[in-house]
């Protein structure tokens, strides 16, 4: 797989330029390694092959790309429209991603002119309008967009990407052709870090690439994020320093928080722990995330008992999501694990 992969960076002439030094060495990692073409894509093969035949034929409908970030959307629609337009790849996309405003008035003024242009040769075919973040639009401009779409069906081609599908009105889903991009396995994730740190001098050992993997859970833009960040920041990546870097508490210390909550009453517990969140700058959140794959993963504990302690770090989780208090959240943490001595 790795021979088939053809980095820009890699295989580019060196020039004395400034501007090409400062493209070449001072990109961040997710941009330098951002696949060009599918074929560097590492994953997703069927839907890969799927969209690679509509573009042989020169004749692909609109699509809705939906998953969960990092997993290749962006890239994949990309890499499509340089394969159908060449040189000429910047003159006839669109591209809009959060950055815009994403209302109703760039629906009938900025997509409109888009389409509305002639294109510059009959030869390059339709034109490609990339809606980045879909799922953030308002439903006016949704609404807006589905007739824009109805309406330039001859000329333009649509492509919606977005994290939760459920957002985008049906009437638009049905316009589209959807794909799901899943996350990355952790086997695809392993060859493309490896490949990275080889060409990077990154020195790494496979437990760690491992461990940045399982932090990533699938999203590749996160995990070369981590990647490079320890490494900027300490110059070796190793365990200790990814969750350092990552603010994430390792294995020994979630035992800790495990032990005091466990061995003491609530009251010592909670101030043992919440000084000991304080000092190393732990979010609430995390702890709670770790303690259920702690809990998870212990085999000693009775089915019926894992199910109602899902069901308490279900609340939890959703008490961190909607910016509930951490106080509280730490005590329901630590009387649930108290709890566990009965």
């Known amino acids: 797989m790795n021979n088939d992969i053809e980095m820009s960076e890699g295989n580019a002439p060196k020039t004395n330029t400034f501007l090409e030094n400062f493209t ?6 997710i941009e330098k390694y951002r696949p060009k073409t599918l074929k560097e894509m590492v994953s997703h093969e069927e839907i890969l092959n799927t969209i690679n035949i509509f573009v042989e034929k020169k004749s692909i409908p609109h699509f809705l790309f939906h998953g969960p970030p990092g997993t290749g959307k962006t890239s994949c629609i990309l890499s499509i429209a340089r394969m159908m337009y060449g040189d000429n790849f910047r003159k006839m996309t669109l591209e809009l991603n959060a950055s815009d405003d994403r209302g109703i008035n760039v629906v009938r003024e900025k997509i409109k002119e888009f389409c509305n242009t002639l294109n510059i040769s009959n030869k390059l075919g339709v034109k490609l309008v990339i809606l980045d973040e879909a799922d953030m639009m308002t439903s006016a401009a949704q609404f807006a967009l589905r007739r824009v779409i109805e309406k330039y069906t001859k000329n333009v081609r649509f492509c919606l990407i977005c994290n939760q599908v459920s957002k985008i009105i049906p009437a638009i889903q049905s316009r589209c052709m959807r794909f799901r991009f899943s996350p990355l396995k952790k086997e695809q994730c392993l060859e493309r870090i490896k490949m990275i740190c080889e060409r990077e001098n990154i020195p790494i050992d496979e437990e760690t690439i491992f461990k940045i993997i399982e932090i990533g859970n699938g999203d590749m833009r996160k995990i070369l994020n981590i990647l490079e960040s320890t490494n900027m920041s300490y110059g070796v990546v190793n365990i200790e320093n ?3 870097c990552t603010g994430l508490p390792s294995e020994g210390q979630m035992d800790y928080i495990f032990r005091i909550a466990y061995e003491n009453n609530f009251s010592k517990a909670y ?15 995390d702890l709670v995330l770790e303690m259920l794959k702690k809990i998870r993963m212990c085999n000693d ?5 894992k199910i109602q302690l899902y069901k308490k770090f ?7 999501n909607i910016g509930g208090n951490e106080r509280i959240v730490l005590s329901n943490l ?5 709890q566990l001595k009965k």
Do not use: C, H, W
């Not at 101030?271 to 959140?285: A, H, V, W, Y």
């Open 301 to 305: 504990l009775d089915l019926k008992i």
């Open 314 to 320: 279900q609340k939890m989780d959703y008490l961190n």
């Open 24 to 29: 070449d060495n001072n990109l961040p990692l």
């Open 242 to 244: 990814v969750f350092s």
């Open 271 to 285: 101030e043992i722990l919440q000084d000991f969140k304080l000092r190393n700058g732990f979010s609430t959140n």
């Open 334 to 338: 630590i009387a649930t694990i108290i």
